[in-house]
Structures are given as C-alpha cells and as structure tokens.
C-alpha cells in the first residue's frame, strides 16, 4: 500500500478497493470513518487486476492523533526531523503518540530490517536505513556503418552520476522521507586511442579519419562525424580500336526523296586501300586500381574490356597495337582479325561481252548483270546496278543496290547449306524426341495392345502423328551427300535402316530412338565446328527471286515482292514503306517489316523459328505468321503486330485494327 501526499489540505490514497483506501485514510489521519471527507478518484476492476484511488479533505476543525488531542498536550507527541541528512527521533511523553515515518518517491525505508510501505511508527531506539537511488556516470559511443562499408560515423554521449542526499525537514510528528540530488558527477572523456579501440572491434581498420576523430573527443556531444572512410575502386579503361576505314555496314542507306526516288549514288564507292596505309590502331585503356573499404576487404575494380588485334591476309602488324596493309585492295574486319583482299573491278555490266565473273577477293561492279550470267565471289561482293535473271554467289558481305528480278543471290557460300543441315537436324532431334515421350506413354498404357512391338508403335506414330519426320530425313540425307562426297556417314545410314519407309519395324525397343537423337546431337556439333562468321546481306528490292544469307538480311528500299527470302539471323525491313508483297520469309530470330501484303488480300507469309519474333507495322488480311509449327492467319487489316509463342507455345498476335 502506498499513498501521495495531496496538495494544501488535500491527501490521495490507493489500494486495491474502496475500502481499502477509506481504512488507511482513517488510520493514517486518526479520523472515524463517519467523519471522512474523501471523494473517489478512479475504481478498476478487471479479471486480473483491481485498483481504487480516492482522495480525502482535510477541515481545519478535524484533527487526527498528530495534530489534536483532546485529553492531553501536543508536546507529549514523539518527534522526528531530518537534520544534515541524519534522521533524528524523539520518543514521546506519558500517553503521547510515536513519531512517524512513511518513504517517498525513489526511497527505500528499512525500519528494524524491515522495509515500510505504509506509514511506520519509529522511536530513538527503532534502527532506520534509508536507501536512495544510486546512478553510474555513462559514456556511450554509438557507431553506424554504412550499407556498403564505406563510410562510419560516430557520435559520443556522456551522462553524470547523481549523488543523492536526503532533504531536511522540520521536526514534526510525521514526516516523509524524501531525497535529492546533491551532486553530478561526469565520467572520464573518450580518448582517441579508446574511440580507435572501438573502431577495432567493430572490425574497422581502413581510411581512419584522425583529425576527425580528434574533433569527436573534443567536441559537441551526439554531434555525428566520420571517422573512418573506405577507397573506392577505380575501373580499368576499355581497349579504344580505331578503324581508320569505313566498313560495309556502315551509310548503306541511300538517299529518298519525298517521292519514293532512291538516289544509289548516295551510298558511294568501296572504301580501298594501298600497301602501307594504317588499317587500324588500339589504344590501350589504363590500369585500374582496386579498393578497400573500411574493414580492409579488397573491393576489384571492373576489368576493362581487352582489345586482342589480329593480322589477316593482305595485312600485318607494325607493332602491337598497329595494323598496316601489306598489299592493294578491300580492307575489312573480322571478329578483330583485319584482312585486305584484292578487289576486281568491273566498270561495266557483267553480259556476254564480259562473261561470267568468278574471283577470290572481292568483286566490285558498277553497272548491271545481266539475264543468264553469274558471278561468284571469294569475299565481298558489291554491285550498283541491277541483277536480271542472274546468279549471285559470295562468302562475304553481299551489297546490291539496285533491283533483283527473277535471279538468285547467296551470301555465305558453304555456310549456307551447312546452316540449312544444321535447322533440319535440329527440326529432327525435336520431333524424334517427342515421338519416344510419346512411345513411352502408349507402352505403359497399352494403348494399341499389349501384342504390339515396339517397332510397329514407332511405324505407326511416324505414319500418323509424325509426318515430318521422314521429310526431315530426305533433306538431311541431301546435305549430308553434298557435304560428304563418299556418302559414308553413321548417321545415314541409321536413318535409312531405322527411320525411312518400313525401317522402324526393325527397332526392337522403342527407346532405340532416344540413340538416334544422341546421334544427331553430334553431328550438330560437328557441323556447328564448320561453320564460318555469318555474312549479312543488303539489298533495295527484289521481285520473284530466292535470297540465302549465312546472317542477317537487310532491305534498305522499296522491299519485295513474291520472292523467298531466308536469313539464318534476322530479316530487317529498314526503308519507312518498304513493302513485303507475296512470298515467303523464313528467319531463326526475329523478322521486322514495315508493310505487309496489300488490299487485294495477296498471300504472305513470314515464319521465324519457336524463339523467334515478327512484327509488322502494318499487314493486310491474309498474311500467314507462323513461329515454330504454329500458324496463324489474318483476317482483316491490322497494325502495330506482334507475333510470338506465349509460355503454353500456342502463338499469340498482339495488334490493332487498321
């Protein structure tokens, strides 16, 4: 039980009811309960606590034991004071009452080894311990690290030890036994060497600030400083290589006027060079230099990118960051290995007069080839005018400028038919390993008898469900001879023992299948081993003709019409209204085209591989985008399409009405 000494003639007492607090009141006062004065301040009562506070008037006319008696004097009353913080007690007279005692805020009162909580009755005799509260002088340092552990700051905060002492009093009947503070005593400042310490144990060793940590010691309090500061790395430089000639994919966009009027000359000439004349020069990046932040962890810098030159034909190295021409001709560049190769030049057309054109380097024509002529190019082949009812073939970059009507055009050479083997071994190992999953299934569930072999399951499944797959192997069949003179191959021979005709009646286990697609695994390997740098292909227009690349095809002009376009990377219509019109474009990445079919409705169609992408500014109805072995037709004019496989591999076309 504890009570509040109230202001003026006021008391509040607490306890755990009404009744209580009424009691001690009376006890405490000396006054009857009839003649108590008290109004109720608060009364809880919960499930697991109960509380009650009232508070009680004190009248000049009502006098409890300390201040009235009637049958005898105040002076026989005990006394107690509190002097130079000594309690000092005077026992009372004949039928006088006992001094009393009751503990303030923050003390502890022991009266005869026993602590008080309420008013307690003393005498000289009683042995009193009062017990005041006791502070220790604190100094706190708080250090905060950075998320990277770059940066950590610190402040410091000091806070004094409080000497109490206990307050005098009168003397008087009753008194409460209060204490207050006599003294502040502040701790020991931080020392550099104690902030450095700290620092230590928070593992911080690297960019101590010392100045800093000077200016925190003796300094304002709970000001934050940094005291100690990582070193960022610095990045290596990138290799500079500068191509002191113009490369072929670099202004092949001619000029355009307002009337659609394609102005060829625009474009240029080849770009050549003479013996001696600097190809190339790398400057190489500076060094960079790692970091360390401030618990000395090594932070590496970003490594530059490297720059490795190489000397091609026609070329050599003047030193380790120079390339010179060694010889007359077309310089040009690959996976950073510099070639030059002679350059034929033909200032007229290619007809019957000139005759059919095959060199090893680079050919460049400026006038026209002509109906029934063909030119084959070891390198480049670059050509101004137009190609009627031609043949164009070249292991390099392919430029034509003006219109291809009714010819053929390769750029790539041989890795043209080896990228064509490669898509079809790749169409076939697709096919061959869903047909086991499906063998597999029809095997345990029996679904064409238990008396099938698993040779009949595999006939049955190439005849019904998958048709492709003797298509497949005629034309693998076709490139593999081509490929191979002597027509010795594994994989032939499995295909014709196992695939072709009635041959998968002579699997005894369905899963003989899966050891043909290890087969084509490897092969695909190998032909990938063969496989050269994928050459690009630039063109205006073509109209009714066929066009290879081993790379991507551009068509920088009017567009195509009815023709068969095939790029093993992408097909990219890049004229603002170049036209795709009839035919068929196949690519394995991605086609782009501006517009598509017309409003006559003429079929087109655009395919690319299940990875691929198509977009279409705009495409009339009855254009066919097929990605993968999906297939879909439009119907009415669209813009503003998108055609993809979604994650179900069903095809999705994303577009707007026209």
Same mark, same amino acid.
């Given at each position: 039980?504890?009570?509040?000494?109230?202001?003026?003639?006021?008391?509040?007492?607490?306890?755990?009811?009404?009744?209580?607090?009424?009691? /001690?009141?009376?006890?405490?006062?000396?006054?009857?309960?009839?003649?108590?004065?008290?109004?109720?301040?608060?009364?809880?009562?919960?499930?697991?606590?109960?509380?009650?506070?009232?508070?009680?008037?004190?009248?000049?006319?009502?006098? &409890?034991?300390?201040?009235?008696?009637?049958?005898?004097?105040?002076?026989?009353?005990?006394?107690?004071?509190?002097?130079?913080?000594?309690?000092?007690?005077?026992?009372?007279?004949?039928?006088?009452?006992?001094?009393?005692?009751?503990?303030?805020?923050?003390?502890?009162?022991?009266?005869?080894?026993?602590? $008080?909580?309420?008013?307690?009755?003393?005498?000289?005799?009683?042995?009193?311990?009062?017990?005041?509260?006791?502070?220790?002088?604190?100094?706190?340092?708080?250090?905060?690290?950075?998320?990277?552990?770059?940066?950590?700051?610190?402040?410091?905060?000091?806070?004094?030890?409080?000497?109490?002492?206990?307050?005098?009093?009168?003397? &008087?009947?009753?008194?409460?036994?209060?204490?207050?503070?006599?003294?502040?005593?502040?701790?020991?400042?931080?020392?550099?060497?104690?902030?450095?310490?700290?620092?230590?144990?928070?593992?911080?060793?690297?960019?101590?600030?010392?100045?800093?940590?000077?200016?925190?010691?003796?300094?304002?309090?709970?000001?934050?400083?940094?005291?100690?500061?990582?070193?960022?790395?610095?990045?290596?430089?990138?290799?500079?290589?500068?191509?002191?000639?113009?490369?072929?994919? /670099?202004?092949?966009?001619?000029?355009?006027?307002?009337?659609?009027?394609?102005?060829?000359?625009?474009?240029?000439?080849?770009?050549?060079?003479?013996?001696?004349?600097?190809?190339?020069?790398?400057?190489?990046?500076?060094?960079?230099?790692?970091?360390?932040?401030?618990?000395?962890?090594?932070?590496?810098?970003?490594?530059?990118?490297?720059?490795?030159?190489?000397?091609?034909?026609?070329?050599?190295?003047?030193?380790?960051?120079?390339?010179?021409?060694?010889?007359?001709?077309?310089?040009?560049?690959?996976?950073?290995?510099?070639?030059?190769?002679?350059?034929?030049?033909?200032?007229?057309?290619?007809?019957?007069? &000139?005759?059919?054109?095959?060199?090893?380097?680079? $050919?460049?024509?400026?006038?026209?080839?002509?109906?029934?002529?063909?030119?084959?190019?070891?390198?480049?082949?670059?050509?101004?005018?137009?190609?009627?009812?031609?043949?164009?073939?070249?292991?390099?970059?392919?430029?034509?400028?003006?219109?291809?009507?009714?010819?053929?055009?390769?750029?790539?050479?041989?890795?043209?038919?080896?990228?064509?083997?490669?898509?079809?071994?790749?169409?076939?190992?697709?096919?061959?390993?869903?047909?086991?999953?499906?063998?597999? /299934?029809?095997?345990?569930?029996?679904?064409?008898?238990?008396?099938?072999?698993?040779?009949?399951?595999?006939?049955?499944?190439?005849?019904?469900?998958?048709?492709?797959?003797?298509?497949?192997?005629?034309?693998?069949?076709?490139?593999?001879?081509?490929?191979?003179?002597?027509?010795?191959?594994?994989?032939?021979?499995?295909?014709?023992?196992?695939?072709?005709?009635?041959?998968?009646?002579?699997?005894?286990?369905?899963?003989?299948?899966?050891?043909?697609?290890?087969?084509?695994?490897?092969?695909?390997?190998?032909?990938?081993?063969?496989?050269?740098?994928?050459?690009?292909?630039?063109?205006?227009?073509?109209?009714?003709?066929?066009?290879?690349?081993?790379?991507?095809?551009?068509?920088?002009?009017?567009?195509?019409?009815?023709?068969?376009?095939?790029?093993?990377?992408?097909?990219?219509?890049?004229?603002?209204?170049?036209?795709?019109?009839?035919?068929?474009?196949?690519?394995?990445?991605?086609?782009?085209?501006?517009?598509?079919?017309?409003?006559?409705?003429?079929?087109?169609?655009?395919?690319?591989?299940?990875?691929?992408?198509?977009?279409?500014?705009?495409?009339?109805?009855?254009?066919?985008?097929?990605?993968?072995?999906?297939?879909?037709?439009?119907?009415?004019?669209?813009?503003? $399409?998108?055609?993809?496989?979604?994650?179900?591999?069903?095809?999705?076309?994303?577009?707007?009405?026209?």
């Amino acid at each position: 039980m504890d009570y509040l000494r109230g202001i003026n003639m006021e008391k509040i007492f607490k306890g755990k009811s009404v009744e209580e607090c009424i009691n /001690e009141a009376c006890e405490v006062l000396n006054i009857p309960k009839d003649q108590l004065d008290y109004s109720l301040i608060e009364e809880k009562k919960g499930f697991l606590f109960k509380s009650a506070s009232i508070k009680v008037n004190i009248n000049e006319n009502d006098k &409890s034991k300390e201040e009235q008696k009637p049958d005898k004097s105040d002076e026989n009353n005990g006394k107690v004071k509190i002097t130079d913080g000594r309690i000092i007690v005077k026992n009372p007279k004949e039928q006088g009452h006992a001094a009393a005692i009751f503990s303030g805020r923050n003390v502890k009162v022991i009266v005869d080894e026993e602590e $008080i909580k309420t008013r307690k009755e003393v005498f000289e005799e009683s042995k009193i311990q009062v017990i005041m509260p006791e502070d220790e002088a604190q100094r706190i340092m708080d250090i905060n690290v950075s998320k990277d552990a770059m940066e950590a700051y610190a402040s410091i905060k000091y806070k004094p030890q409080n000497i109490y002492k206990l307050v005098d009093t009168d003397e &008087s009947n009753t008194i409460e036994i209060k204490c207050e503070s006599a003294q502040s005593v502040f701790p020991k400042k931080f020392t550099i060497d104690e902030v450095k310490k700290e620092l230590a144990k928070q593992k911080i060793t690297y960019g101590i600030l010392d100045e800093n940590i000077k200016d925190l010691v003796n300094g304002e309090e709970n000001k934050s400083l940094l005291v100690a500061k990582g070193e960022k790395p610095q990045d290596e430089q990138d290799d500079i290589l500068d191509i002191k000639f113009k490369q072929d994919d /670099e202004n092949m966009v001619p000029d355009e006027d307002k009337f659609g009027k394609v102005d060829f000359k625009s474009i240029g000439s080849i770009d050549s060079v003479v013996k001696g004349d600097i190809l190339a020069v790398k400057t190489p990046g500076k060094e960079g230099k790692n970091g360390k932040d401030i618990r000395s962890k090594i932070i590496k810098c970003r490594a530059g990118k490297k720059i490795n030159i190489r000397n091609g034909t026609g070329c050599s190295l003047k030193d380790s960051n120079t390339i010179i021409a060694d010889e007359n001709g077309k310089p040009c560049i690959k996976n950073n290995t510099f070639y030059v190769y002679p350059v034929h030049e033909v200032k007229s057309d290619v007809d019957l007069k &000139s005759g059919n054109i095959k060199f090893l380097g680079d $050919i460049m024509i400026y006038g026209n080839v002509m109906d029934g002529m063909t030119v084959d190019a070891g390198n480049a082949i670059t050509i101004n005018g137009n190609v009627e009812r031609a043949k164009i073939t070249s292991k390099g970059e392919s430029l034509i400028k003006g219109s291809i009507i009714s010819s053929q055009v390769l750029a790539g050479g041989e890795n043209i038919i080896i990228q064509n083997l490669i898509n079809n071994l790749e169409a076939l190992k697709q096919e061959l390993s869903s047909l086991s999953k499906v063998a597999e /299934e029809i095997k345990k569930l029996n679904l064409l008898g238990a008396d099938r072999k698993d040779g009949e399951i595999v006939k049955v499944l190439i005849e019904t469900k998958f048709k492709d797959i003797p298509r497949l192997c005629m034309k693998i069949a076709a490139g593999i001879t081509m490929e191979k003179k002597d027509q010795k191959d594994e994989l032939l021979e499995v295909m014709k023992g196992k695939l072709i005709g009635l041959a998968p009646i002579n699997m005894e286990h369905y899963w003989e299948v899966d050891d043909i697609v290890k087969i084509i695994k490897d092969k695909i390997n190998q032909f990938k081993s063969f496989l050269s740098i994928p050459v690009n292909l630039r063109i205006a227009y073509c109209q009714d003709s066929t066009l290879e690349s081993s790379g991507d095809i551009y068509i920088f002009g009017k567009g195509e019409y009815v023709s068969n376009i095939k790029g093993n990377g992408k097909i990219i219509f890049e004229g603002e209204r170049s036209i795709a019109r009839g035919g068929v474009l196949q690519s394995n990445d991605e086609i782009r085209c501006k517009i598509v079919g017309s409003l006559g409705g003429v079929t087109t169609k655009l395919c690319t591989s299940g990875k691929g992408h198509i977009w279409a500014d705009i495409a009339y109805q009855n254009t066919i985008f097929v990605v993968g072995s999906r297939e879909y037709m439009l119907d009415t004019p669209s813009k503003e $399409i998108h055609a993809y496989l979604g994650k179900d591999e069903d095809i999705i076309v994303d577009k707007f009405k026209l």
